[in-house]
């Protein structure tokens, strides 16, 4: 059996078809928290969907990154809920907090931030989801404590 | 009798602190080991706007706490648990029968939510013990395929995703298409923002939309069954698989199943976030494994589906309605609603409605009645001014058209769609512009980008939009919207391109001289688009913490420490800091 680096061989073994891509980019992705380059080789491999076939998919789904994220993902849910309750005034804040401008994540490599279509947590909007914590209702305040608290966390262990 | 308690655990619950209280709701009944208790968890009863939610049920009475937090447990574990005297002061229900909040379940009609809030969603025992799968048994050992179909045609049952199709109709298809590999699909891809109901029915019932997927299958003749569920909610994910797994276990699902030779098989597949994968047929390419573009039909799904096969993709909603008219006859389904629209509709009411969550109500109640007498009105009580129905494919519907009942032509009539269920209530303070622009940049974002009407044709509107909000808008402006929507209806091929206007233009139909105002006077009604209006300070309230002052980012106010400050309109870039920094509430918009 080929030995591969980013997926088990007992996956690889079950995972013979097109239809297998985007589970076995999942795994990848859960795992390492994006998807290298040679990680697409040997999906390529495994299903035998061409490469470029494989990396159009990777940029066509929101949930595939090709960089590595920060420890801390956080999302900020843009969805109407939120947005009628004045999420971009935390994202505002969030970005200028942690000193966003041209990427998305911080220097430290701590977080990664961005905006999301909807959560699904409407009635407590605005949201976000810092990993899979949820933390809902928030104020500018809250946001400025939460992102001061996962900071210390982060630095601490 | 040993008491019950119940936490409600659903993602609502949990970020506003659920875990914490049963966690120490543990620690209680570890300190009183003597006294007999059991400690359950549930899914969402709909009552997000109070939670986290514990229920104490003595056996005889049950007692609904709201707005629970660690020390109030305690003193509730106290009085209530260990002394029998319910804490009046934070119980909201009495026997889901009476209490302060009684109003918010007085019209609802639940059907899909039938079980949510009242059993434990990873336990099949709940399950049964309300007559679940009981529908598949007596489908598998008293009906034919063809009499599922007849009793799910005669309910008048249409598909709770939006399109409103008859379930019935579709079942029919799917079950005459030649073959014998066929498949179901249960689309949990719910991608309208501010929709929630696929959610909290998955979360906290799957497996009444498990039973729903079994039914199905038996009446077309399939033997596979996916259900598609987006990956942002891991909860829901977490509980399928669990559900299956359990129903493997005991020969429930699977091979042979209930001793029948009826066989099925459920996968869980999870979307990558794609918008456009709600739709069918783009749907069916996301399980294929490829990019998520929708295809030209027909071919309808039910003639060539997943892996080129007869599919049946019905929405969670649709799904979780059938075991119960399979138990309960299509007439008893039929007799709640309208003429053509049959049954119930779970609605997630968000924005700005006192009470915000989960509802199901039964059709042909009006919006009114939903926002009024379920929702309590308007968050302090400021003016109704409309809501959004059917997100970012759906409308706007004024107040002045608030006795409108939920039917799906009614609704239709107004330029609105039922939608998926998604219902943002908005007031005085919403910009229809805004809200309008807020949905086209959602709809320009999600465009697969095939048809290059929705591809550029939304962009281009877009771009408009954000013209109009940001005070540059053009009088001929409305004129262009109006002459590339319609464009865009007609040339794109999916549902995404085909309703993506209608937002737009329903605000435009309702809404027009807020268009007109931003446009012409330079000036938003609402008081809410920030490059329109002027950033103030209230002497009244503020208090010279000089928190403002310092955040500025072009030095604008200026003020003595302890004294009230003052904005210098002129350097004001209206970025709308100050008015997030101040901790008194004394920067205001006019």
Request: aromatic share 8%.
């Amino acid at each position: 059996m080929v030995h591969y680096k980013y997926i088990e061989g007992n996956i690889a073994a079950q995972s013979g078809s097109q239809g297998q891509v985007i589970p076995l980019l999942q795994t990848v992705q859960e795992k390492h928290g994006y998807v290298p380059e040679d990680a697409i080789r040997e999906i390529s491999d495994i299903t035998r969907a061409a490469v470029s076939d494989i990396f159009s998919v990777v940029t066509f789904y929101k949930q595939f990154r090709l960089r590595p994220p920060g420890k801390y993902l956080v999302r900020l849910c843009d969805g109407t809920a939120c947005h009628v309750n004045d999420s971009k005034t935390l994202l505002d804040l969030i970005t200028d907090e942690l000193k966003l401008e041209s990427s998305d994540t911080t220097e430290d490599g701590l977080f990664t931030v961005e905006t999301v279509a909807c959560l699904g947590c409407c009635s407590i909007g605005p949201v976000i989801m810092v990993n899979e914590e949820v933390h809902g209702k928030l104020t500018p305040k809250i946001v400025k404590r939460l992102l001061k608290e996962y900071h210390k966390k982060g630095n601490g262990d | 009798m040993a008491k019950t308690i119940t936490v409600g655990m659903a993602t609502c619950g949990v970020s506003a602190g659920a875990e914490k209280v049963l966690g120490s709701l543990k620690s209680l009944a570890d300190v009183h080991k003597h006294i007999p208790l059991n400690i359950g968890t549930t899914g969402c009863i709909g009552m997000c706007y109070r939670e986290p939610l514990v229920e104490i049920n003595d056996g005889t009475h049950r007692y609904l706490y709201a707005d629970v937090t660690e020390e109030k447990l305690k003193s509730i574990f106290e009085n209530h648990v260990l002394g029998n005297t319910p804490v009046d002061e934070w119980l909201i229900l009495r026997d889901y029968q009476s209490g302060t909040e009684f109003d918010f379940l007085r019209k609802q009609a639940k059907i899909v939510l039938r079980n949510c809030g009242f059993i434990d969603p990873d336990s099949l025992d709940d399950y049964i013990a309300r007559d679940g799968y009981q529908a598949i048994k007596k489908a598998l050992t008293e009906m034919t395929p063809e009499e599922v179909i007849e009793v799910i045609t005669k309910s008048g049952l249409r598909g709770r995703g939006g399109g409103g199709f008859p379930t019935g109709m579709k079942w029919k298809f799917a079950r005459q298409s030649p073959g014998t590999d066929k498949y179901v699909i249960c689309n949990a891809d719910e991608g309208d923002p501010g929709a929630f109901m696929d959610r909290s029915a998955l979360e906290g019932d799957p497996h009444s939309v498990l039973e729903g997927m079994m039914i199905c299958g038996y009446a077309i003749g399939a033997s596979h069954g996916y259900v598609y569920c987006r990956a942002e909610y891991p909860m829901a994910v977490r509980r399928l698989k669990h559900s299956i797994k359990v129903l493997e276990g005991k020969n429930m699902l699977g091979d042979n199943m209930f001793g029948t030779n009826f066989s099925f098989h459920v996968k869980v597949k999870e979307g990558a976030g794609a918008f456009v994968c709600g739709e069918e047929t783009a749907l069916i390419s996301s399980i294929e494994g490829k990019r998520g573009t929708p295809k030209v039909r027909p071919p309808y799904p039910a003639v060539r589906g997943l892996w080129g096969k007869p599919t049946n993709i019905n929405n969670v909603e649709t799904f979780a309605n059938v075991p119960w008219i399979v138990l309960n006859g299509g007439e008893k389904f039929a007799a709640m609603g309208t003429e053509k629209s049959k049954g119930s509709k779970v609605f997630a009411i968000a924005g700005k409605a006192k009470r915000t969550g989960l509802v199901e109500v039964p059709m042909g109640i009006s919006i009114k009645e939903i926002v009024f007498d379920v929702c309590g009105g308007i968050k302090g009580d400021r003016k109704f001014k409309a809501v959004q129905m059917g997100g970012p494919s759906g409308g706007c519907i004024p107040s002045s058209h608030a006795d409108t009942k939920i039917d799906y032509e009614e609704i239709m009539k107004l330029g609105a769609i039922m939608g998926s269920g998604g219902m943002i209530v908005m007031d005085e303070t919403t910009c229809m512009v805004e809200m309008a622009r807020f949905f086209l940049q959602f709809t320009q974002n999600e465009s697969c980008g095939k048809c290059t009407s929705c591809r550029i044709g939304t962009l281009r509107m877009l771009e408009i939009l954000e013209r109009i909000v940001a005070g540059e808008g053009r009088e001929e402006d409305i004129a262009t919207l109006e002459h590339l929507s319609g464009y865009i209806k007609q040339a794109s091929s999916c549902g995404l391109g085909l309703t993506a206007p209608n937002p737009v233009l329903t605000t435009l139909k309702y809404f027009r001289e807020e268009y007109e105002s931003h446009i012409r006077d330079k000036r938003c009604l609402s008081h809410s688009c920030p490059a329109l209006v002027q950033f103030l300070i209230n002497p009244d309230k503020c208090t010279g913490c000089t928190l403002c002052a310092k955040g500025c980012p072009s030095k604008a106010i200026t003020g003595e420490k302890k004294k009230p400050h003052l904005i210098n309109q002129d350097l004001c870039i209206k970025c709308g800091k100050c008015h997030t920094t101040c901790n008194f509430d004394a920067i205001y918009k006019d």
